[in-house]
């Protein structure tokens, strides 16, 4: 069962990114349903895409959600990528361990190519690297599950942290502006600002 890869657009134009099924992740259908409303995932744009028009990116999301989640992989010599970075969930979350170990996996055997990593799942995450080495190619973004409740102690193991601010949000300092991801490429650095403030974004309804 093979790894599937995705071309990105609008932000992510010119990005590859290995994708999952959003839809079927327990962990996300847990923090979309929250009744904590500022949330970020309340307004996941994944959902929101997923359930209209990007509907036909599901049956290889889910591939990749079993793939990566039940089986282990150790040769991804099929995969080709367009660009020296590559984004690790453009959609999807961490499912399990083995999910990450994967990736690891994947990240290592393409040592040329910097991968970044969007997670909320701190508990896989410093789990895993409790035992194993971060690979020197991958960047590991703490995704800020609160709105406006901007982070700037980095959680460990991550090397960055992502935090979403609303339309409201008057702190100012946001330092991701609507930039192609590929122009600006702060999350794909070592050497760059590692407190990362976007403002919000609304895929179809406001909710």
């Not at 190519?113 to 080495?133: E, G, H, M, P």
């Not at 102690?153 to 991550?158: A, D, L, W």
Request: glycine share 4%; hydrophobic share 35%.
């Amino acid at each position: 069962m093979q790894i599937k890869k995705s071309k990105m657009s609008g932000k992510l134009f010119y990005l590859d990114a290995i994708n999952s099924n959003t839809l079927s992740n327990e962990f996300c259908q847990k923090e979309h349903k929250s009744p904590v409303q500022n949330k970020i995932c309340k307004k996941c744009f994944s959902f929101a895409m997923l359930e209209s028009y990007r509907s036909n990116c599901i049956p290889n999301f889910e591939n990749n959600s079993v793939a990566l989640s039940t089986m282990v992989h150790t040769d991804f010599s099929y995969l080709k990528f367009r660009n020296d970075i590559v984004r690790l969930h453009g959609h999807g979350e961490l499912i399990n361990q083995t999910h990450l170990h994967n990736f690891v996996e994947l990240v290592k055997f393409f040592p040329d190519i910097t991968f970044a990593l969007w997670s909320k799942r701190i508990d896989i995450v410093r789990k895993y690297f409790k035992t194993n080495q971060i690979p020197d190619n991958l960047i590991l973004v703490y995704s800020n599950p609160i709105i406006d409740k901007v982070m700037t102690k980095i959680p460990r193991p991550f090397h960055k942290v992502f935090n979403n601010v609303s339309e409201d949000y008057t702190g100012g300092a946001e330092n991701c502006t609507g930039q192609k991801c590929n122009d600006c490429r702060l999350c794909y650095k070592f050497d760059t600002e590692n407190v990362i403030i976007e403002k919000e974004k609304f895929y179809g309804k406001k909710q």
